[in-house]
């Protein structure tokens, strides 16, 4: 069975909820597994340079933080290339994505958030933004920050399409050299609109 957050966004046969995307590929958002860990800092590797890729010990530090919690998104048609990871039909399955946040009293934080180049402009990304804004709520956050570097125009035009707007730039913030923009959104939106639906 999925998780309770687990949503499924099968293309051509439904979307999962509020999922505004025509899905090429199918997936699936799950929690995160232990056996993921070694794959999720792979692709944390592939999608920053290294002023910003996590080491392996920064990645864990921040997955294991207390509040914090990570949920993986996975192609549900197999991947030849990772056979440890099974899908629900016993295929194996591809990690395209994860996620990791944390909720700190009554603000929610996106710590990372990582898609796979060739599973961009799929909607993974929003999934998962969907899926931890959903825990997020769930643990009471009133509002979601995150911090993305200056130079970063698609995470930047990501953000904002998604409701994020530019609190202030925190000078030096990556490596004590490069700029980040905090960005907030007001998780209140998100629940008005969830009710809205209900
Ligand atoms: C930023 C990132 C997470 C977006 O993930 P994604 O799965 O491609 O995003 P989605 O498919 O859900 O895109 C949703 C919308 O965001 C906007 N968007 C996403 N990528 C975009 C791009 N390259 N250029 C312009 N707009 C973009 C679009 O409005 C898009 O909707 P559309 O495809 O219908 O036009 C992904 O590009 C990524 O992992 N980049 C590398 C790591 C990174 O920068 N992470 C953010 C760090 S702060």
């Known amino acids: 069975m999925p ?20 899905c090429v590929v199918p997936f699936a958002i799950r929690n995160f597994k232990k056996k993921d860990f070694e794959t999720l800092w792979k692709i944390d590797q592939a999608c920053f340079d290294s002023q910003l890729a996590y080491t392996r010990e920064e990645l864990a530090f921040y997955m294991r933080r207390p509040g ?6 996975e192609s549900t048609l197999g991947d030849p290339a990772s056979p440890d990871v099974q899908n629900k039909a016993g295929a ?4 395209t994505g994860f996620i990791v946040a944390e909720t ?4 929610g934080h996106i710590i990372t958030l990582d898609v796979v180049a060739e599973a961009r402009r799929t909607g993974v990304g929003s999934a998962l933004m969907r899926a931890a804004e959903t825990r ?3 643990a009471k956050a009133i509002t979601v920050s995150l911090e993305t ?13 998604d409701g994020y707007f530019v609190e ?12 980040a923009l905090l960005m907030v959104k007001d998780l209140k939106l998100v629940k008005d609109l969830k009710l809205g639906a209900e």
Do not use: H, W
């Not at 914090?68 to 998104?73: G, M, R, T, Y």
């Not at 700190?104 to 603000?107: E, G, N, Q, T």
């Not at 202030?168 to 700029?179: A, C, G, I």
């Open 104 to 107: 700190i009293r009554s603000a």
């Open 168 to 179: 202030e730039t925190v000078p030096k913030y990556y490596s004590d050299q490069l700029d």
């Open 136 to 138: 997020l709520l769930e």
């Open 3 to 22: 998780g309770r957050n687990a949503l499924m966004c099968t293309s051509g046969n439904g979307r999962f909820p509020g999922c505004s995307y025509n």
């Open 92 to 95: 194996p399955a591809k990690i």
């Open 68 to 73: 914090s919690f990570s949920l993986v998104a």
């Open 149 to 161: 570097p200056v130079n970063n125009l698609t995470a930047i035009r990501f953000y904002k399409q």
